[in-house]
């Protein structure tokens, strides 16, 4: 069985000759600042991927999209905007925009490198969180406007949501990824509860969403706990996505639970991703031993083995290839 032929077997709930493992991490010095700022990045990005590649050899692969986080002119007005009112200039981009094309060139790149070797996925953020990661404090910012204005909201991420789905399209129908790995989070303010997400956030995930599966998009949904955010999982349960990544360490919720919670989707997890956890500072003999206990609990049917976001930069190789030693 290739690796692609296991990583689609798990995907689909199939039996697997092992459960696959999926380890990411970016290849920047500081994958927020704009490539278009810091040109260099872009062959720290792709020369990162391919030495990955060449030296891992990954069951599959997430295509970093460091520098291209979010759109500049996009960023910009968000940034800029006192009110939810300033949230109507923002516009949306044409097809071939150079953010876009850039990127398509990025993932065709990378895709012609290994492509035939593994399935890949290209990171896009959602609407909402494209938002958060272009300024600071966007949590309480995008609370702020949603309780000021909440359809001026809806009309700003519909806008941010349609450059997304050009960008979806594009680097499955033209870069040759298998398909996208949308990142999502709750926002990180208590007057924004599951309700309110479902109403103004949930819809531009979904067009995105929407878009990758018609353009033939094998999508895994990640539900972001990095940095120990937190999520209501219910949220996002029904989803078109192929298999979820979420942060079972940070919910407190097992890959089990969540496979359930998830309708029986395929779903990605399972270790800490931060230097504490136990994937970075753990012996052989830790790793292995938590490994066999995830599988023993989850079982190894539409399981794939990973942490619960992006690991440290520095993180040794050689502690994933203990994990799929392991599952083997």
Not at 103 to 117: D, H, M, P, R, Y
Not at 149 to 165: C, F, M, P, Q, W
Not at 285 to 306: H, M, P, V, Y
Request: net charge neutral; proline share 3%.
């Amino acid at each position: 069985m290739d690796k692609k032929e296991l990583v689609w077997n798990a995907f689909n709930n199939k039996p697997v000759e092992r459960v696959p493992v999926g380890f990411w991490f970016h290849y920047t010095e500081n994958e927020l600042i704009s490539a278009y700022e810091k040109p260099e990045m872009r062959g720290q990005n792709i020369s990162g991927h391919k030495h990955f590649v060449s030296t891992f050899k990954p069951d599959f692969v997430k295509l970093m999209s460091d520098g291209y986080f979010f759109e500049q002119e996009t960023a910009k007005v968000l940034r800029s905007a006192k009110t939810a009112g300033d949230l109507g200039r923002l516009k949306p981009v044409a097809a071939d925009d150079k953010w876009i094309r850039d990127q398509v060139s990025l993932v065709k790149e990378l895709t012609e490198s290994f492509g035939n070797e593994v399935l890949t996925f290209y990171n896009v953020f959602a609407p909402a969180t494209a938002f958060k990661w272009s300024i600071e404090g966007a949590d309480k910012k995008l609370a702020q406007f949603i309780r000021e204005d909440k359809d001026a909201v809806i009309r700003a991420l519909g806008v941010i949501a349609s450059n997304t789905e050009k960008l979806a399209r594009a680097v499955i129908e033209e870069g040759g990824a298998d398909g996208i790995y949308l990142s999502t989070q709750s926002i990180q303010d208590v007057s924004a509860g599951p309700e309110l997400y479902a109403e103004v956030i949930s819809p531009s995930e979904l067009s995105v969403l929407t878009a990758a599966n018609s353009a033939g998009g094998k999508n895994i949904l990640h539900v972001c706990g990095y940095e120990g955010a937190r999520n209501n999982l219910s949220v996002f349960r029904n989803y078109p996505a192929k298999a979820v990544n979420f942060a079972s360490t940070v919910e407190g919720v097992s890959l089990a639970e969540g496979k359930k919670l998830f309708g029986g989707k395929a779903v990605i997890g399972g270790f800490a991703n931060t230097r504490k956890g136990l994937l970075y500072t753990g012996t052989k003999e830790e790793i292995q031993a938590e490994t066999k206990r995830l599988l023993k609990d989850s079982g190894k049917t539409g399981i794939i083995l990973g942490a619960d976001c992006t690991v440290p930069k520095d993180i040794s190789f050689e502690r994933f290839e203990w994990v799929r030693e392991a599952a083997r």
